[in-house]
Nanobody, 123 residues
Framework: QVQLVESGGGLVQAGGSLRLSCAAS?????MGWFRQAPGKEREFVAA????????SYADSAKGRFTISRDNAKNTMGLQMNSLKPEDTAVYYC???????????????????WGQGTQVTVSS
């Protein structure tokens, strides 16, 4: 019912910036960004409400990352500044359209996922 496609990943030096985008097809409630490094579990990065007025960030992302969405275009973005080597991971766009509206922070709360985009930060 919902399809998601991420883009914008790449290789940057520490301290640099990247902007990720997620193009969605279909209706969504809240959306979020997650990331997964090799050998580690997928972890929460940021989430945003349907209207974009409410956001939440992992402690590791606060002050450096900004999540946004444009419902007219049905897209979601993640602006990443001051990148660190530990930010290296595959970043996934996630969405849900069931249950009560509101932010969710677990991978198990999201039914729809993009294919992922690689972000590599060199030291």
């Amino acid at each position: 019912q919902v399809q998601l496609v991420e883009s914008g990943g790449g290789l940057v030096q520490a301290g640099g910036s990247l902007r990720l985008s997620c193009a969605a097809s279909g209706r969504t409630f809240s959306m979020g960004w997650f990331r997964q490094a090799p050998g580690k579990e997928r972890e929460f990065v940021a989430a945003i409400s349907w209207g974009g007025g409410t956001t939440s960030y992992a402690d590791s992302a606060k002050g450096r990352f900004t999540i946004s969405r444009d419902n007219a275009k049905n897209t979601m973005g993640l602006q990443m500044n001051s990148l660190k080597p530990e930010d290296t991971a595959v970043y996934y766009c996630a969405a849900r359209n069931t249950g009560l509206p509101g932010l969710r922070f677990s991978t198990r709360d999201y039914a729809y996922w993009g294919q992922g985009t690689q972000v590599t930060v060199s030291s």
